[in-house]
């Protein structure tokens, strides 16, 4: 008889470095979801199976599934969801994109834009992270990658049809970019910091950094990715307009004004945009919004907005609603894959928009694509 399996305590988004020296040598019981060291008869996890009946154990590095203390594989078909959840295998990355969609229209679960968790003040981070886990090329490379690096992780799951939960945790990436930045993790006021994130997200953050970015000098190619922060001016809310019911709005400038003064000699294929809103702990962030407009009126009409990171304070529909008291978050809003006009917000939650909102949004961070 196959134990009982609990699939609302399974977490396989869990830090588990703290568990076993060997990362394969860590085991999740598929009962209460604890994670164990096996699978030796004196390991943890088999005393742990000897002592709550619990025996049916998942071991997260291969989605092996075992029975302890026996230390059994388990081959069962009826089980093959569990390994999908705990190791997602992409067959073709290359048209993931389209296949993941096909499924999500057939389920409720919500594939590839499934809410990031809010660790505790990293609503930031996640608006940024969710925009380049929807960067085509960089998705495909990701998903063709079987590595244990933690931003390919986090994006084979969020892309993972199978998901068990219609969230995911971002905490692995999240602490791994905590130790090696001191910088960027959980529990700290990350929104002043979301310009440095990026930056270094482009310059280590990311997988095979190098290989996605091309190397100008060697192979004489175009970086696929190029990152431009621009500084936003403030301006004073006087300046703002009103709209027609007497509301007062955010004073305006289109994006196009303040890309300018930039000539691209060689397009890159994707445009990282940084606003620069001048916040520091000290100083309050400038909050005007800078229209994205439709692309046409920049660098010759090359690009294609892919999605947007923003503070949510300026939705006007919702700022009527609002009760006091209820948090403000970073969201991302994305075009989707399946379907060029229409789009996605993610936060802590995912609903369909109107693209037109990012008008009136105080974006943050957009990736563009060339046409
Ligand atoms: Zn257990």
Redesign the pocket.
Known sequence: MIPLINCSAINFDLVYSTVATRPHDVFC?L??G?YFEGPGPSSRAAK?SMT?S?GLFIQLMTGCICQLPENTLVIDPSLEYLRRACRPDYCSPYDVLEKAVRYQRHNSLVTGYAPLVNLGHTDGLNSVIQLFLHVPALVRLCLADSSAHSFVELCRKLWNPYALHPTISPVRFLMDSWLKTQKFGPDLPTRPLLPHFVMWLMSAGLPSCEMFKGNVIKDKKPHPMTCLKIEVPDRTITEGTRDLDGAESLPSIPLSNLLAPYTLAEPPQYLVIVLDRGETKKQRRCRTVVDPGEGSAFFDGRYRLLGASFFDEVVDVDQKTRTPGERFESKAILRCHYDEDEWVEVGLSCRRVAGNVLSKAVIDVMIWAVN
């Open positions: 019981c009962t209460c604890s742990h709550s619990h």
